[in-house]
């Protein structure tokens, strides 16, 4: 099996890319962001545990998405990897991701790291906000707060990557979505 990361901020365009990257590759897309969604939506215990932390903007704890992407590895099969997005977002969770990886004798094959500017991150989660009606991308002191915690708590699992000689950057902007698809999946075909 073959874990790649999509990296970048909120707003990169992980998600808007994940689909055609999975398809492209058979790779099952696993967006921790989604699931939680999932959760709130199915109105269950973690649901209402992550749902406040999450309109906040704040990360909800390692354990729970460490959790949920343990059972996914666990019971999803008939793929040829898996295309994490969202996760790792904190150093302790890309320690445990390597945990979880080595105890099944494998390893991150790639982080595929989706830049853009602040600015831009502000601008695309407006336009999204009118279309998917997120909580968390309703008021720009969340989205705000989201930002900061990226650059505190995320953007340091560059160095982790680097320094684990598997990081590699692509731009997320400018251009249509489709130019930056096309731009994301040549990065891609050079290191899958
Ligand atoms: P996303 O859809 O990736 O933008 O995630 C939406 C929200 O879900 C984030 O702002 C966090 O509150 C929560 N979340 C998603 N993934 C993680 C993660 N790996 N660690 C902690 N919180 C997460």
């Not at 500017?117 to 601008?123: C, G, K, M």
């Not at 002191?141 to 990226?150: L, N, S």
């Given at each position: 099996?073959?874990?790649?990361?999509?990296f970048?901020?909120?707003?990169a365009?992980?998600?808007?890319?994940?689909?055609?990257?999975?398809?492209?590759?058979?790779?099952?897309?696993?967006?921790?962001?989604?699931?939680?969604?999932?959760?709130?939506?199915?109105?269950?215990?973690?649901?209402?545990?992550?749902?406040?932390?999450?309109?906040?903007?704040?990360?909800?704890?390692?354990?729970?998405?460490?959790?949920?992407?343990?059972?996914?590895?666990?019971?999803?099969?008939?793929v040829?990897?898996?295309?994490?997005?969202?996760?790792?977002?904190?150093l302790?969770?890309?320690?445990?991701?390597?945990?979880?990886?080595?105890?099944?004798?494998?390893?991150?094959?790639?982080?595929?790291?989706?830049?853009?500017?602040?600015?831009?991150?502000?601008?695309?989660?407006?336009?999204?906000?009118?279309?998917?009606?997120?909580?968390?991308?309703?008021?720009?002191e969340?989205?705000?707060?989201?930002?900061?915690?990226?650059?505190?708590?995320?953007?340091?699992?560059?160095?982790?990557?680097r320094?684990?000689?598997?990081?590699?950057?692509?731009?997320?902007?400018?251009?249509?979505?489709?130019?930056?698809?096309?731009?994301?999946?040549?990065?891609?075909?050079?290191?899958?």
């Amino acid at each position: 099996m073959k874990y790649y990361i999509l990296f970048g901020p909120p707003g990169a365009g992980k998600g808007t890319h994940a689909g055609a990257i999975a398809q492209k590759y058979n790779l099952k897309h696993l967006s921790t962001g989604e699931l939680l969604r999932a959760e709130i939506a199915a109105g269950t215990e973690l649901g209402l545990k992550a749902k406040d932390l999450i309109s906040a903007g704040s990360l909800v704890p390692d354990e729970v998405v460490e959790g949920m992407i343990e059972n996914a590895f666990e019971s999803i099969k008939g793929v040829d990897g898996f295309l994490l997005d969202g996760f790792p977002r904190t150093l302790p969770q890309a320690e445990a991701l390597d945990a979880i990886l080595s105890k099944r004798g494998e390893k991150v094959n790639g982080v595929i790291s989706i830049m853009i500017p602040d600015s831009l991150v502000f601008e695309r989660i407006a336009g999204r906000a009118k279309i998917e009606g997120r909580a968390d991308d309703a008021s720009p002191e969340v989205i705000a707060h989201r930002i900061q915690t990226y650059h505190n708590q995320t953007e340091p699992l560059k160095e982790y990557y680097r320094a684990a000689g598997n990081y590699y950057e692509v731009n997320g902007y400018p251009g249509t979505i489709e130019e930056n698809r096309n731009r994301v999946l040549a990065l891609v075909e050079t290191i899958i």
